[in-house]
């Protein structure tokens, strides 16, 4: 059976919260960023873990001109690049690699989860023009946790009223989600990228 996406985030959260010593979260971390091609970026240190000389056999998928992906190491680093839709793809490539399984596609994922929705929503904004100047950024943040940017410029959420969000539930169980810039910003404990992503998500469908 074909894994969930939710599955697949709080995979990714745990192998971070696993690295956090209060020292590699200050130097190392993950980092997702969309590219002009328009596409995605993922960038995740392995120096410091258990992957830091575990072989790792480059991966390259062509599907389509707007479904293909490719994954590599370099530097010390896992990368990737891939098209709008193929983000899902990207960590479950590295998350593979963690565990050794077998790599899944994403055709079974739900069309309702938070991350194939951010997915569609980057790929609707792609018209030639608005992925060269403006994007999407995830980052991990060195005080133990996730930052989420979203650009809003020329997009239909530019000017939309939003309402701060701020959650406190536990040192590591937190969000806060505002408006600044013409960016929707949020940052949120380890576990919270679901919850950072989710947020935006319920805001675009509001």
């Excluded at 000389?53 to 480059?58: H, I, L, M």
């Excluded at 997915?119 to 060269?132: F, L, S, T, V």
């Excluded at 406190?168 to 919850?195: H, V, Y």
Aim: with cysteine.
């Amino acid at each position: 059976m074909k894994e969930k996406i939710g599955n697949v985030l709080c995979r990714l959260q745990n192998w971070y919260m696993m690295q956090c010593n209060n020292e590699w979260e200050k130097r190392f971390g993950i980092r997702i960023d969309t590219i002009d091609n328009p596409g995605w970026s993922v960038r995740i240190d392995l120096t410091g873990t258990n992957l830091e000389d575990e072989k790792f056999e480059d991966l390259r998928i062509d599907i389509a001109n707007d479904n293909w992906f490719l994954v590599w190491i370099k530097d010390k680093t896992f990368q990737g690049g891939g098209a709008p839709q193929n983000l899902i793809d990207l960590i479950n490539a590295f998350l593979t690699w963690v565990d050794q399984s077998t790599l899944s596609v994403h055709n079974s994922w739900e069309n309702d989860d938070p991350l194939i929705k951010l997915q569609a929503w980057y790929a609707r904004q792609c018209d030639g023009d608005w992925e060269h100047e403006y994007g999407i950024k995830i980052d991990t943040i060195d005080h133990l946790g996730w930052s989420l940017q979203v650009d809003l410029i020329s997009t239909s959420l530019e000017g939309k009223l939003f309402k701060k969000i701020q959650r406190d539930l536990t040192e590591n169980n937190w969000i806060r989600c505002w408006i600044s810039d013409n960016k929707f910003q949020a940052d949120g404990g380890p576990s919270n990228l679901s919850d950072l992503i989710q947020s935006f998500i319920d805001w675009v469908e509001s």
